[in-house]
T-cell receptor, first 113, second 111 residues
């Protein structure tokens, strides 16, 4: 149980384009989902907390207009990187919370050329 | 400031050589300490949750313990497939269940 999926697993895009990443909890409902970013050899940095049916809460320093988050249902949250630039290249990981535990997706590697 | 510190940063073991990883934390209002395993290029895999000092949990060759200031992840007779980065995270009491992660310990087990 407690499986979280992400799609796509990797994406390459041109600078200036937008990219959408989906995060789904497959066998449970999650009122809260989280989006993290991880640079090489670094730990996970929380970008935002997403609650179903309400606006996401962004961490300090994260541009809400650049990283659009939508939590449309209890099993789906999406992260859209708008007008992506090379510095946005990273490993993006989502998690979904059930009880006190967060279960993580497999991650999405984004490369912006 | 709430902090989570893991040590060592890297650990190399021979197969069968038991050892421990440390996670020390300074948070005001601990609502759970979590251990995850992360393989390269993948998301973290949940291992354990500990809530109170004195609590212990086991899974195969792994055993996690918790005190008021730190947690240990003991690895008994490790195998090469135990090689991964082990992450410690603390729920610091936010209503959303937000986690603070340590930087991880990269474990390598040689056959």
């Amino acid at each position: 149980g407690a499986v979280v999926s992400q799609h796509p697993s990797w994406v390459i895009c041109k600078s200036g384009t937008s990219v959408k990443i989906e995060c789904r909890s497959l066998d449970f409902q999650a009122t809260t989902m989280f989006w993290y970013r991880q640079f090489p050899k670094q730990s996970l940095m929380l970008m935002a907390t997403s609650n179903e049916g309400s606006k996401a809460t962004y961490e300090q320093g994260v541009e809400k207009d650049k990283f659009l988050i939508n939590h449309a249902s209890l099993t789906l949250s999406t992260l859209t990187v708008t007008s992506a630039h090379p510095e946005d290249s990273s490993f993006y990981i989502c998690s979904a919370r059930t009880g006190e535990t967060q279960y993580f997706g497999p991650g999405t590697r984004l490369l912006v050329l | 400031e709430d902090q989570v510190t893991q040590s060592p940063e890297a650990l190399r073991l021979q197969e069968g050589e038991s050892s421990s990883l440390n996670c020390s934390y300074t948070v005001s209002g601990l609502r759970g300490l979590f251990w995850y395993r992360q393989d390269p290029g993948k998301g973290p895999e949940f291992l354990f949750t500990l809530y109170s000092a004195g609590e212990e949990k086991e899974k195969e060759r792994l055993k996690a313990t918790l005190t008021k200031k730190e947690s240990f992840l003991h690895i008994t007779a490790p195998k090469p497939e135990d090689s991964a980065t082990y992450l410690c995270a603390v729920n610091y009491g936010g209503s959303q269940g937000n986690l603070i992660f340590g930087k991880g310990t990269k474990l390598s087990v040689k056959p």
